[in-house]
């Protein structure tokens, strides 16, 4: 069994709408990461949290370490929110990041 | 805003030849990572550095494959005889030294696509 799992694996939405998606994982850890994939490949660090929320433009992230999960939300979507969106673990053993399989976010206009 | 840079962008070589991937991490970030990437899958942790030696590797990470810093500004990812299966996406990623992991964000670069003939 994977020690991260996305759901859901793909998003289909329209310009506008609230987007969630979520992170559950099953090991201790120091920190979560949400990261977004472009088409290219590239890799962008959106956040890492460690506890609470955090907020950045329409990106607002939160963890509940208690529950050992984390969710992603994007208000007022766009479509050059298309990407994919992962969810990766650092684990209190060690610094390397423990990846999920990503969320495919596709918005139509 | 400093960045993590990495050459080439895309590599093609030849199945039994040696590549080496280049990073060049933020300048003063002092734990650097390589991750890849096979196409259609999640990304995989490689190998962890700092104080120029191997903190972590993976299962991946075996005799073939070697990093190094070689001056105060590269870190570099060799595979000494590729295979098919090497064919992926390579990450370089580096991050600060923090008291506490959970300080430690990783920045990433690029990535190399190297596809193995």
């Known amino acids: 069994k994977n020690e991260v799992e996305q759901s859901p694996q793909n998003l289909t939405a329209q310009e506008g709408e609230f987007i969630t998606i979520n992170c559950s994982y099953s090991v201790g850890i120091s920190a979560l990461h949400w990261l977004q994939q472009h088409p290219g490949g590239g890799i962008v660090s959106l956040f890492m949290?460690?506890?609470g929320k955090k907020k950045h433009g329409r990106l607002i992230a939160t963890i509940n370490i208690q529950e050992k999960h984390s969710s992603l939300h994007i208000t007022a979507s766009h479509p050059r929110d298309s990407a994919v969106y992962i969810c990766?673990?650092?684990?209190?053993?060690?610094?390397?990041?423990?990846f999920g399989e990503g969320t495919q976010l596709t918005v139509n206009p | 805003e400093p960045e993590v840079t990495q050459t080439p962008s895309h590599q093609v070589t030849q199945m039994g030849q040696e590549v080496i991937l280049r990073c060049v991490p933020i300048?003063?970030?002092?734990?650097f990572y390589w991750y890849r990437q096979i196409l259609g899958q999640k990304v995989e942790f490689l190998v962890s550095f700092y104080n120029n030696e191997i903190s972590e590797k993976s299962e991946i990470f075996d005799d073939q494959f070697s990093v190094e810093r070689p001056d105060g500004s590269n870190f570099t990812l060799k595979i000494r005889s590729t295979k098919l299966e090497d064919s992926a996406m390579y990450f370089c990623a580096s991050s600060t030294l923090e008291t506490s992991f959970a300080y430690n964000e990783q920045f990433f670069g690029p990535g190399t696509r190297l596809t193995v003939l």
């Open positions: 300048s003063n970030h002092l734990y």
């Open positions: 990766a673990v650092m684990k209190t053993s060690g610094s390397r990041l423990t």
């Open positions: 949290l460690s506890s």
